[in-house]
Structures are given as structure tokens and as C-alpha cells.
């Protein structure tokens, strides 16, 4: 970082400090003050775009591998260090302060601008995620790191102060910048623009702020020909920005179906996650086979949803079901098989994306899978979070099935932190039955078995069991109760007719294989100590 005596020394030498005058001398009165007030705005744009990068990288990550903690942890830390590299690599381009801050603004602006971009095409083409996330937040964070130092200098050509003094001004724009881009990343750039196009935006007005600076304010520190680079070189990067802008839709869609063995006919990005639906007809058969996917994670094949809706459905329907309880299961798949029961009086479904329900119930693939559940009168959808409407629930159920996405990420680890079972325990009815799917025994038995210890720490006594869902593989669920006496695994005497569900399929499903039997060492997983359980059903997908 610049001292005064260093800059005044630079001035000597380069005259690469203009700020008005023809031999560059620093302004006094108001046009000294207008000077440090546009460099003081340049410093708080560009802390607004460069936290935009960093949340712009943490939240495709958490779309892409779902690991929101190692994410951040991983982007944070290397841009951390990376800034701290980026300030002594500017140390000696403090002689050309002007042009060098120009320069790394013109460069941070396209490589910021298109990160989202191109680690979406490492993911989708080139498998390389991890090292073009590793290499993109290493180059941004040098190239953040070295704004602060070019700026202190240009912050004190225009007028010496403190160098106590001249660091609160610089650093409290610096600090309400971020505060301005971290907000507006979430509230603003997302919701409105997306991820790529808002990192392509940030990069457009991070170039403006650098190039307009030293235009504005030291443009006649610098020669015709440093100006004229500049200039080009911002409107080059600009025309990129602008080109790539344009195209993004184009490239998303594309990207996108790369990731897909079939094609893609509905796509979504949502506020809470990504959902896509495929469609194919086999060549063969003729089979048609619809799949939903979320942030990635195949939901359902409508081939086989079936043979995992009635497992996960009927064997709690043992008993009084007059009230049902489903948290999650969005899609109305599950809530199809409840409402067969003619005797069940209400049914009660928590999604968090309003943007799935409204799916599930216009889109006509959806629709003709789950029979048009939302249109019966006996439903209540409602969009919330689960976790938070459990906790203001007064009501009781007599069954609660749990139909959530995978515990992969921080988001959803919470709903399955025994906490949380502890909630959907309370909402039990005496006499009532609580399903959750569970994941893979076979394929990921630590996940299985942790949810399994998870809710015995909650009071409720299981019945593990698992059955094939071909697309799938095994797949398993937990039955229980909470009144201290683990469940019988069976069928409702008034179960409708079903597909694959039946006595001697429930007889089997209790049965594993010593190597895949209860685990020991398993610890419960819990809101301080949440178990982030990467079992992933995308080796099912035929990516």
C-alpha cells in the first residue's frame, strides 16, 4: 500500500498522477473534493462487483455440486489468499497507477464477468469444474487484491492525508460496496438476470467504473497511446460481454442438454433450485419415459415412479389415515397414492418451491402421472419450508410421509437432523406413522443408516426396509412410530390394487446383506452437527 511520501515521489518521476492540472499537481477546494469523491465511488463499485464474483462462484457451485459449506469454504479461502498476493503484485506497478488500475479493471471485468459462464461449460463439456474453480478464484482474487494499493496511490495524488485517515475513506466505500453487492446479488441480479447473465452485467459496469476513473480524473496523466490501449481494450472487452450477454440463453439451453441423456422439454431455474424434466420414447418398445430432475438429482422415471411411491406411501397407510401429512413430494406422485384411499379425509402437502407446484399442477406430463391430485378437494398445497411449518403446526396427523431431495447439501441436511424428526414426531397422532425415504442401502449404506439413528435421537422407533426401483437401483425408506414399539411392515386390508407393492416384496425388503446392515460408528446428524450425505442418485441418471 502507497504512502504519501511514495506517491509524491511517483509524481516526480511519471507524472502519472494528473488530476486536472497540466503538471499534474493534486486540486485543492472543490475540484480536489469532487476528484476524491469519484475515486472513492470507483472503490465502492468495485467492491460491489468483486463480492458479486465471489457469491456468483459460491452459488454455482452450490446448484452444480450441491456442497454449499465446501463451496464457500473453497472460494472464499483461495480468493481470501489469493487477495493477499494481489496487493504485493501491485506494489510495483504503484508508478503507473492510473493505467495499471485501469488495466486490472478492464481484465477483472471479463474474467469475472464470464467465470459463470465458462466453469457451466467446464462442468457440462469437460468434467474440470474443480480445477477451473480452483484457477478462476485464484486469478479474481489477484486481481482484487491489487485494486486496494493502486487506489490508496490515486486516493493520494488528489490530496495527502493520514495514512489512518486516507485507509477509513478508502475501506468504508470499499465495505458499503460489498454490502450493496451482496445484497444485490440475491435480491436483484438472481431473480432478475440469472447467474450468467448477472456476472456478465457486473462485468460490463466493473469496466465502466475502472476505465471511467482514470478518464475522468487522471486522464491527463497518461499518454495518447496508454489512452487509446485503454480504450480499445474496454470496448473489446465490453463487445464480449455484450456478444456473450446476448447469446447467454443460447448457450444456458444448450449447456443444459449436455448434461442429459434426453431431451430437455421443461426447464426452470427457481429461487430455491433448478428443475428440468426430460422426455424419450424407446425405439424399441415405444416406451415413453418422462424424469424429473432437481438442481440435477433425478427425481422420478416415470417408468418405474411407481414401484418407489407405493413403498413409500401404502405401509404407513396401516391404521386410521383420515389426515395425511407430506412434506415435500412436490411433484403430487405420493399424494396420487394417498388419495386413492377414499377414506382419507385430508391431505396436507409442504413444498417449498411454489414454483413446483404450480408445475405439478399445469404441465400435462405431471398431470396425467399424478391424476391431477391438486384438483381434489380433500388437498391442501402449501408453499413453505417445511422445517419453519412444523414449527408453527398446531394440527395432528395420522400419517407424515417425508418426500424430500437427498441430504447433499446444507439446505436440505436440516431435514434430516433430528431436530426435525423431532417436529414431524410432534405432528403424529396417537397411533401415528411416519415414512421417509432414505436413500440407497446398497449404495450408500452410511446415508441409510445415519437417518435410521437419526430418528431413533428423535424418539421414533424404525422399520428399515428397501426395495427395486430399477432406475433407482435398491432404495430404501424408514417406517416408524413414536409410540416405542417399531411398526409392521405390511399393507393396508383396504389398500388398493397396486403395480409391485405386495406381501412377499415386504417380506423381503426387511432383509440386507451383513456388509450392508445396521453400521456402527454412526453418529445422528443434527443442526449443530448436521451429516452432509452425498449419496447421489446421479449414477442412475446415464448422464
Known amino acids: 500500500m502507497s504512502t504519501g511520501t511514495e506517491a509524491s515521489t511517483d509524481h516526480d518521476t511519471d507524472h502519472d498522477d494528473d488530476t486536472g492540472t497540466e503538471d499534474g499537481t493534486a486540486h485543492a477546494g472543490p475540484r480536489g473534493r469532487v476528484s476524491r469523491t469519484a475515486v472513492l465511488v470507483a472503490v465502492f463499485i468495485c467492491a460491489a462487483c468483486g463480492l458479486v464474483y465471489e457469491l456468483a462462484l459460491v452459488a454455482l457451485g452450490s446448484y452444480l455440486i450441491g456442497d454449499t459449506v465446501g463451496q464457500a469454504s473453497i472460494v472464499l479461502s483461495l480468493m481470501v489468499f489469493a487477495m493477499g498476493v494481489g496487493a504485493l503484485v501491485a506494489k510495483p506497478l504503484q508508478r503507473w497507477a492510473a493505467a495499471a488500475f485501469a488495466a486490472v479493471e478492464i481484465l477483472l471485468a471479463l474474467i469475472g464477468g464470464l467465470s459463470v459462464l465458462g466453469l457451466y461449460a467446464a462442468f457440462a463439456w469437460l468434467s474440470l469444474y474443480m480445477p477451473a474453480l480452483i484457477a478462476t478464484a485464484l486469478v479474481l482474487g489477484v486481481l482484487i487484491g491489487a485494486e486496494i494499493p493502486l487506489l490508496m496511490v490515486l486516493l493520494q495524488r488528489i490530496r495527502q492525508q493520514a495514512a489512518g485517515s486516507a485507509v ?14 451482496g445484497l444485490a446479488f440475491p435480491f436483484l441480479l438472481l431473480p432478475l438476470f440469472g447467474q450468467i447473465q448477472g456476472a456478465l452485467l457486473v462485468g460490463m459496469i466493473n469496466a465502466a467504473a475502472g476505465l471511467g476513473l482514470v478518464l475522468t480524473v487522471y486522464r491527463r496523466a497518461l499518454s495518447r497511446k496508454v489512452l487509446a490501449l485503454l480504450v480499445v481494450a474496454a470496448l473489446m472487452v465490453g463487445g464480449v460481454l455484450g456478444s456473450a450477454y446476448a447469446l447467454a440463453d443460447e448457450f444456458e439451453t444448450t449447456a443444459r442438454q449436455a448434461l442429459y441423456a434426453d431431451p430437455i422439454v421443461y426447464a426452470q431455474r427457481t429461487q430455491y433450485q433448478e428443475i428440468v424434466m426430460t422426455h424419450s420414447r424407446s425405439l424399441l418398445s415405444g416406451t415413453e419415459d ?45 399424494l396420487r397414492e394417498v388419495l386413492r384411499y377414499p377414506d382419507v379425509e385430508q391431505a396436507t402437502l409442504v413444498e417449498m418451491d411454489p414454483a413446483m407446484l404450480e408445475l405439478a399442477r399445469t404441465n400435462p406430463r405431471l398431470t396425467s402421472l399424478n391424476d391431477h391430485a391438486f384438483e381434489d378437494p380433500r388437498v391442501d398445497a402449501i408453499a413453505g419450508d417445511a422445517f419453519t411449518w412444523l414449527r408453527q403446526n398446531k394440527q395432528r396427523y395420522d400419517v407424515v410421509l417425508v418426500d424430500m431431495p437427498d441430504p447433499d447439501s446444507t439446505a436440505t441436511s436440516k431435514l434430516y437432523s433430528a431436530e426435525f424428526y423431532a417436529l414431524a414426531r410432534h405432528a403424529l397422532a396417537p397411533g401415528g406413522r411416519i415414512n421417509v425415504q432414505s436413500g440407497s442401502p446398497y449404495f450408500a449404506p452410511e446415508a441409510f443408516w445415519c437417518i435410521e439413528k437419526t430418528m431413533r435421537k428423535a424418539g421414533l422407533s424404525t422399520v428399515p426396509y428397501a426395495v427395486s426401483v430399477p432406475t433407482f437401483g435398491k432404495w430404501g425408506f424408514q417406517l416408524a412410530h413414536a409410540d416405542g414399539t417399531p411398526p409392521k411392515l405390511r399393507l393396508p386390508a383396504d389398500a ?11 417380506r423381503a425388503a426387511t432383509n440386507f446383506p451383513p456388509d450392508r446392515d445396521r453400521m456402527r460408528g454412526i453418529e445422528a446428524s443434527t ?6 450425505l452425498d449419496y447421489s442418485r446421479s449414477q442412475w441418471q446415464n448422464y
Do not use: C, K, W
Open 527 to 532: 443442526l449443530m452437527h448436521p451429516t452432509i
Open 290 to 334: 418422462t424424469r424429473l430432475f432437481l438442481n440435477g438429482d433425478l427425481q422420478f422415471s416415470s417408468v418405474d415412479e411407481y414401484r418407489y411411491h407405493e413403498s413409500l406411501v401404502h405401509p404407513a397407510m396401516v391404521g386410521d389415515h383420515s389426515r395425511v401429512l407430506i412434506l415435500g413430494g412436490g411433484d403430487g406422485l405420493a
Open 496 to 506: 388398493p390394487p397396486l403395480q409391485s407393492l405386495n406381501r412377499a416384496t415386504l
Open 168 to 181: 477509513a475513506d478508502l475501506f468504508a466505500a470499499d465495505y458499503v460496496g460489498g454490502l450493496v453487492g
